[in-house]
């Protein structure tokens, strides 16, 4: 990393393309089918080497039908047309400089004397410099993991121009997590390559259970007391910097693991998670009195102060080793006093596609800016979110704009929570190819992603239903309720998004997509095509299944036609969100590609139980009048249909075939008096919640909640397994000055009285007259292996302010079979 640091001195580009051509003909390693070349190793080849050896032989097979020996460079010695993989005496000869290579970097060297080398300072220099061969001259392309990922394309014969190639990456690590198996092998041929650690860590450094007893003073003052944690999984803690010798355990903890690890190319210093630090006078007095940014105290020049004096306490035993941490919590802030080592890098977190507000870009760009005059090294935290999206989240050319950016601001490292679907086509891949070169086109790169991906007829297509998609999270996502200034992510959990997604952006994407596997050229290009063609089933059925959460939110329909039209529609609406549901739990985990590395049931918002069937209960009126409504509700409730959920809770309640599984659905009570039968659950205290006439839809009494800001009505039921509903009536009578949510569950317990996840509805309030909220689902024996004792029926207000109003009455629970 030597050249490293000097280029970053001296201000120089770090990436050197010269492809400089010289006199004699380019080198034929192929020839009608024929090997022409030998792949030849270095005697004391390591096992990675070997491996990048026998991938070029692997890919030019697949490419020309020749194999291409290996042999050692002993056996080799000066006989015939050569591949030298790795640094073998040959190249070591020839005086390239591989040493002042960056560790991932490498050099591709061809002599008219039919001699090529390709190698780097390491086995990693190596083997993406056998990647760039492939790519470069073979033509190869890893498009996307998976037995189709592979672009190869057929040549006979296969030359090497005489040239010389010096690459070493912009960013020298390149880290995305989420990604399962293949993944993972198909972002390493993209040259993927983790080189800083940087997570929480502290806790594991000054670890109590070694130095509790015999040096409690490493531990932090809270409240006036000191605390000791009690092992190294507790978080919530800090340690505190000032204590004397702490700096010294620290430098001999990492100089022992870098002993034991001599590969290791770097160490963590991350706080531990969730704050906690020293309040002792000596820690203290190196704050300074404001608070940071995010409005806390500010730790950083007491940590980076500590940071400091640890590496450089270990660089004396260990030159090269680099120091990742987060800036983040009571660190966030760039330090005013204290100038962070050069071999440290603290890696500043923020969802940069939130850089498409300008306002947001301008105090991203203020931020680095202020963290790049106090740390020579930064590194970048990006969340680029894939899989949990319901329609493909894209900005390419946002993402090569803030690349480039960063790299022009001493960002060297980059790292962002991926969890990566393919239905995103070239968003990663793009990116791993600009954090190697971020000035590399980003058109031309989508160009060649298309093409190779579908082939050329199709390839216009596939790029215009990207782009729509990009220009969705680029330019018209900034109007759309779900986006927020706040925070430093965007909402992956929640797809509130998708009621700006149009019935057109819909209709165009599936003829887009339509017409890209009509005119796919070759086999593997049709089952790339098929494959995205899959991935869009999926955004598609969310869009329209999410039109039907929005439906459900209309006024009542006003004729028997209406009703039954909205019954159709909804009938379709939850075909499509019960194939969401199935595309994700059992076709998906067939395709590496397209599996979702998140578990959607863990986000409500997310999986979607409320879009499908839901508007059908805006018909309920309609059907306890109208025989051909209630009819035409029947055949729904079939147990086939995915609407069989809704329509049979609605035929229970109007049929009156069985009583509520819960008690006293209307609130009366002969007192006026709260009902025994219901809890009350006001969190913070805020506002009040009585039974009130004037809260009543049916009876007497309803439930009057005024300026909760969370909480509601809830019942306790004791329920055998079985389909059960749950319907509320709500009223909001005036206006509401900010965002309202109502959400019914259906809340199953285990045997700790501990939630376990079940059926919900949410809704956003609108002022107007009394509406129906219902929800429902299968309640098994256990989830997750935890027996359900009893579930919880309950309504959830979200967000009334002052004396603001919500009505909730004839609240139930019915069991469905
Ligand atoms: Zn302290």
């Not at 492939?134 to 014969?157: A, C, F, I, Q």
């Not at 679907?421 to 990663?428: H, Q, R, S, T």
Request: positive net charge; aromatic residues 10%.
């Amino acid at each position: 990393m030597k050249t490293f640091c000097t280029m970053l001195a001296s201000g120089m580009i770090l990436l050197s393309f010269a492809p400089a051509a010289w006199a004699g003909g380019p080198v034929r390693i192929v020839e009608d089918g024929q090997p022409r070349a030998a792949v030849v190793v270095p005697t004391d080849a390591d096992e990675q080497t070997k491996a990048a050896a026998a991938l070029l032989v692997r890919y030019v097979k697949e490419s020309s039908g020749a194999e291409l020996p290996v042999v050692d460079e002993k056996a080799a010695a000066g006989k015939g047309v050569a591949i030298h993989v790795g640094p073998d005496g040959y190249a070591k000869g020839l005086g390239l400089a591989l040493e002042k290579l960056d560790d991932d970097g490498f050099m591709i060297h061809v002599s008219a004397a039919g001699q090529v080398v390709v190698a780097g300072r390491t086995p990693w220099g190596t083997e993406f410099g056998v990647c760039e061969f492939l790519e470069r001259y073979v033509g190869v392309r890893w498009l996307m993991p998976g037995s189709d990922g592979d672009d190869v394309p057929e040549h006979k014969t296969i030359v090497v121009p005489v040239e010389q190639v010096r690459q070493e990456p912009a960013f020298f690590s390149r880290q995305f997590s989420g990604l399962s198996g293949p993944q993972s092998l198909w972002a390493r041929r993209n040259r993927m390559h983790a080189r800083v650690s940087f997570h929480h860590n502290l806790q594991k450094l000054i670890a109590p259970e070694k130095h509790a007893r015999t040096h409690p003073e490493f531990f932090p003052i809270r409240g006036g007391k000191r605390y000791i944690p009690p092992d190294s999984n507790t978080h919530g803690w800090q340690p505190c910097f000032s204590a004397a010798g702490i700096v010294e355990a620290a430098v001999g903890e990492i100089c022992r693991y870098f002993d034991a690890h001599p590969d290791a190319t770097s160490c963590s210093l991350g706080v531990v998670d969730s704050s906690g630090h020293c309040e002792c006078q000596a820690c203290q007095a190196k704050d300074p009195p404001e608070k940071n940014f995010l409005g806390r105290r500010d730790c950083s020049d007491r940590y980076y102060d500590w940071c400091n004096r640890v590496v450089e306490g270990v660089l004396r035993k260990h030159p090269d080793k680099w120091f990742g941490c987060l800036a983040y919590s009571e660190v966030a802030q760039a330090p005013s006093r204290v100038k962070v080592h050069p071999r440290i890098i603290p890696y500043m977190t923020y969802d940069r596609m939130k850089w498409i507000d300008p306002d947001l870009r301008a105090e991203g760009q203020r931020m680095t800016e202020t963290w790049q005059a106090a740390s020579p090294v930064l590194g970048w935290y990006d969340y680029i979110y894939g899989s949990s999206y319901c329609v493909p989240r894209v900005w390419f050319h946002a993402m090569s704009d803030y690349y480039r950016y960063a790299h022009a601001h001493a960002v060297r490292a980059m790292y962002a929570e991926a969890y990566p679907n393919w239905g995103e086509g070239p968003k990663l891949y793009v990116s791993l190819k600009l954090l190697w070169d971020p000035r590399q086109d980003v058109d031309a790169l989508l160009r060649d992603w298309c093409v190779r991906a579908v082939g050329a007829e199709a390839a216009g297509d596939l790029a215009a239903y990207f782009a729509l998609w990009e220009d969705f999270w680029t330019r018209r996502i900034l109007q759309s309720k779900w986006f927020s200034k706040r925070g430093q992510y965007l909402a992956f959990n929640r797809a509130d998004y998708l009621a700006d997604v149009s019935d057109q952006d819909v209709a165009r994407s599936r003829a887009l997509i339509d017409s890209v596997v009509r005119n796919a050229g070759t086999p593997r290009q049709k089952a790339r095509a098929r494959l995205l063609a899959l991935a869009f089933e999926y955004y598609e059925a969310s869009a329209v299944a999410y039109a039907g959460k929005k439906t459900a939110q209309e006024p009542a329909p006003s004729s028997e036609a209406d009703a039954l039209r909205l019954l159709e529609r909804a009938q379709r609406v939850a075909d499509m969100g019960a194939k969401r549901q199935r595309l994700v739990s059992e076709v998906f985990p067939r395709h590496p590609e397209l599996l979702h590395p998140i578990d959607f049931k863990r986000y409500p918002a997310l999986r979607g139980d409320d879009w499908g069937a839901a508007s059908i209960w805006a018909a309920f009126d309609w059907a306890a009048r109208s025989r051909k409504v209630r009819d035409c509700l029947r055949e729904l409730a079939d147990p086939s249909r995915a609407t069989s959920l809704s329509a049979k809770s609605m035929l229970v309640m109007l049929d009156k075939t069985s009583q509520p599984v819960s008690k006293n659905p209307s609130f009366e009570d002969a007192g006026g008096k709260w009902p025994a039968d219901w809890s009350r659950w006001i969190k913070w205290g805020t506002g009040s919640m009585e039974v009130a006439p004037r809260a009543a839809c049916s009876g007497k009494l309803g439930v009057l909640c005024r300026g909760v800001k969370r909480g509601g009505p809830l019942q306790s039921v004791q329920v055998p397994p079985g389909r059960y509903s749950a319907v509320a009536m709500v009223r909001v009578p005036k206006p509401l000055k900010g965002d309202v949510t109502l959400t019914l569950s259906i809340t199953p317990l285990d045997a700790k009285g501990a939630n376990l996840p079940g059926p919900s509805t949410t809704i956003h309030a609108r002022a107007g007259d009394w509406m129906r909220l219902a929800t429902g689902d299968s309640i098994p024996a256990a989830i997750d292996g935890k027996p359900v004792k009893s579930v919880r029926l309950i309504l959830v207000v979200d967000g009334l302010q002052g004396d603001e109003e919500l009505h909730v009455d004839d609240m139930a629970m019915f069991r469905l079979d």
